[in-house]
T-cell receptor, first 112, second 114 residues
Framework: DQQVKQNSPSLSVQEGRISILNCDYTNSMFDYFLWYKKYPAEGPTFLISISSIKDKNEDGRFTVFLNKSAKHLSLHIVPSQPGDSAVYFCAALLYSNYQLIWGAGTKLIIKP | KAGVTQTPRYLIKTRGQQVTLSCSPISGHRSVSWYQQTPGQGLQFLFEYFSETQRNKGNFPGRFSGRQFSNSRSEMNVSTLELGDSALYLC?????????????FGPGTRLTVL
C-alpha cells in the first residue's frame, strides 16, 4: 500500500511555461513534505520542503503548495528551464519515527 | 567538502551470491540511510543508522542487513541474492537523525543480479 503516490510517471512541458508536479498521500499524520530532484547517474538532491502547518512555501522559481484536506501537494516550477529536466520525487515524513516515505517519482521533460 | 561516496558504482552478481555495498558519508555526518530504487517504485527505505545503531528499518526481508562503523561509514549486505534485488542502491547522510536535517545522497551502486 503506497502512502505517497505520484500518479504521473512523466510530464512534458514547453520551456518557459509552468511545470506542475503532483503528489497525493494517504496518511494525515505526516508532518513534513519534501521534494527531491534526481538526474541520471546521480543521487537525489533536496529541492524544497513544507511543514504540514503551512500551505505554501516558495524558493525562487519553485513553489510547493499543500492542501491538507485533499491530502495533496504540488510543486510548481516557473518558468521551466531545460536544466529542470529530471526525475522529481515527493517524500513525506513522520516525526514520530523519522522515516521518509517516498513516491515513485515523475520524470519531467522540458522541451525547447 | 567531499560528498557522499559509494563503492562500487556498478556490480554484477548471480542469484544466490551475497554482496556488500559501502557508503562513506560527508565528514561530520553521523546519520546514514539506505534506499533501494527500482523503476516505478520510487525510493524504498531500507534502514537508517545513527552513531553505529540501527534506528529505523523498512519492510525488507532479513537478507538485507547493514552496519555502521565508528567513523560513520556504513555497509549494506544482501545475502542469497534474487533477481528482484537488481536495483540502484542509494545511501544518504545527514548531520543528525531526522529528516528536517537535509539528506545528501551518494551517486548510488547499480546492482544487477543475473
Amino acid at each position: 500500500d503506497q502512502q505517497v503516490k505520484q500518479n504521473s510517471p512523466s510530464l512534458s512541458v514547453q520551456e518557459g511555461r509552468i511545470s506542475i508536479l503532483n503528489c497525493d498521500y494517504t496518511n494525515s499524520m505526516f508532518d513534513y513534505f519534501l521534494w527531491y530532484k534526481k538526474y541520471p547517474a546521480e543521487g537525489p538532491t533536496f529541492l524544497i520542503s513544507i511543514s504540514s502547518i503551512k500551505d505554501k512555501n516558495e524558493d525562487g522559481r519553485f513553489t510547493v503548495f499543500l492542501n491538507k484536506s485533499a491530502k495533496h501537494l504540488s510543486l510548481h516550477i516557473v518558468p521551466s528551464q531545460p536544466g529542470d529536466s529530471a526525475v522529481y520525487f515527493c517524500a513525506a515524513l513522520l516525526y514520530s519515527n523519522y522515516q521518509l516515505i517516498w513516491g515513485a517519482g515523475t520524470k519531467l521533460i522540458i522541451k525547447p | 567538502k567531499a560528498g557522499v561516496t559509494q563503492t562500487p558504482r556498478y556490480l554484477i552478481k548471480t542469484r544466490g551470491q551475497q554482496v556488500t555495498l559501502s557508503c562513506s558519508p560527508i565528514s561530520g555526518h553521523r546519520s546514514v540511510s539506505w534506499y533501494q530504487q527500482t523503476p516505478g517504485q520510487g525510493l524504498q527505505f531500507l534502514f537508517e543508522y545513527f552513531s553505529e545503531t540501527q534506528r529505523n528499518k523498512g519492510n525488507f526481508p532479513g537478507r538485507f542487513s547493514g552496519r555502521q562503523f565508528s567513523n560513520s561509514r556504513s555497509e549494506m549486505n544482501v545475502s542469497t541474492l534474487e533477481l528482484g534485488d537488481s536495483a540502484l542502491y542509494l545511501c544518504a547522510s545527514s548531520l543528525a537523525q531526522g529528516y528536517n536535517n537535509e539528506q545528501f545522497f551518494g551517486p548510488g551502486t547499480r546492482l544487477t543480479v543475473l
